[in-house]
């Protein structure tokens, strides 16, 4: 697998309850141009199915859980996020499924980048193709 990693994040969680902090370039390995984050997600409904050339992102699920399928064109692996307090990295180049939400999940994503079209590969041939070429 590629360099995708889970991330622990700090928690001052106290009597009051829960606070998680993340600061770009310090507990994550990118400065943070983007934040976005998906909801109100729906039962047997998959996201993602695509990989970036370039951007970082982490992703939290800040509610709920859900499973992310990560595949780097050699290998796949399946996480499950279930927790505020840890983070999934997933670097460039890394297809992911995003999938069996629980109803009610909120998952922040974190984003290298703005926004930009260009950066998708949405074909997973092509993406392999890719990843080869860069081999
Ligand atoms: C990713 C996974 C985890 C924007 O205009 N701005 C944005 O910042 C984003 C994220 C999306 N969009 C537009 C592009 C599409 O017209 O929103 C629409 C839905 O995006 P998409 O189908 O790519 O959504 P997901 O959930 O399949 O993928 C998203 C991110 O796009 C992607 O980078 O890694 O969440």
Excluded: N
């Excluded at 993340?22 to 997600?41: A, H, K, M, S």
């Amino acid at each position: 697998m590629s360099a995708a990693t889970w991330i622990d994040l700090p928690d001052r969680s106290d009597e009051r309850g829960g606070l998680v902090f993340i600061e770009g370039c310090r507990q994550i390995p990118f400065g943070i141009e983007r934040v976005y984050y998906l909801y109100d997600t729906r039962d047997g409904i998959a996201r993602g199915g695509h990989a970036h050339k370039e951007l970082e992102q982490l992703l939290v699920a800040v509610s709920g859980r859900l499973d992310v399928v990560l595949d780097d064109g050699i290998a796949r692996q399946r996480y499950s996020l279930c927790t505020p307090t840890r983070g999934l990295y997933v670097p460039p180049m890394t297809w992911r499924e995003l999938e069996c939400f629980a109803p009610g999940t909120v998952c922040l994503v974190l984003a290298s980048r703005y926004y930009d079209e260009s950066d998708y590969i949405r074909d997973y041939d092509a993406f392999l193709e890719t990843t080869r070429a860069r081999a």
